[in-house]
């Protein structure tokens, strides 16, 4: 399973960006997926998760309201939608595959490259 995340980019505070997350291999459709990020010098934290079957969603509190998560099993992709952006979002951002469902980073067994995503003041 290969996980290709892409859509990061510079934006200015209070703007959008929308991440994908093209996941290659068998059975898009079985895993949970998940978006971390991690920021300079802080630990890596899960921002958003969804169920294989779309019933569970997760968000952190400090995303809340603002990002949504979504699949297209059909084009085997798992998106983030970031909207009203703020300066503290600044990170590198991951997404991973759990053939379970976790927000755990530990039950993630196949991740992405990462993508950074930096919001201007």
């Known amino acids: 399973v290969q996980l290709q995340a892409s859509g990061g980019g510079l934006v200015q505070a209070g703007g959008s960006l929308r991440l994908s997350c093209a996941v290659s291999?068998?059975?898009?459709?079985?895993?949970?997926m998940g978006w971390f990020r991690q920021a300079p010098g802080k630990e890596r934290e899960n921002v958003a998760a969804i169920s294989w079957n779309v019933l569970m969603t997760y968000y952190a509190d400090s995303v809340k309201g603002r990002f949504t998560i979504s699949r297209d099993s059909a084009k085997n992709t798992v998106y983030l939608q970031m909207n009203s952006l703020k300066p503290e979002d600044t990170a590198v951002y991951y997404c991973?595959?759990?053939?379970?469902?976790?927000?755990?980073?530990?039950?993630?067994?196949?991740w992405g490259q990462g993508t950074l995503v930096t919001v201007s003041s």
């Open positions: 991973a595959a759990s053939t379970g469902w976790t927000i755990r980073e530990s039950g993630y067994l196949y």
């Open positions: 291999g068998r059975s898009f459709s079985s895993y949970a």
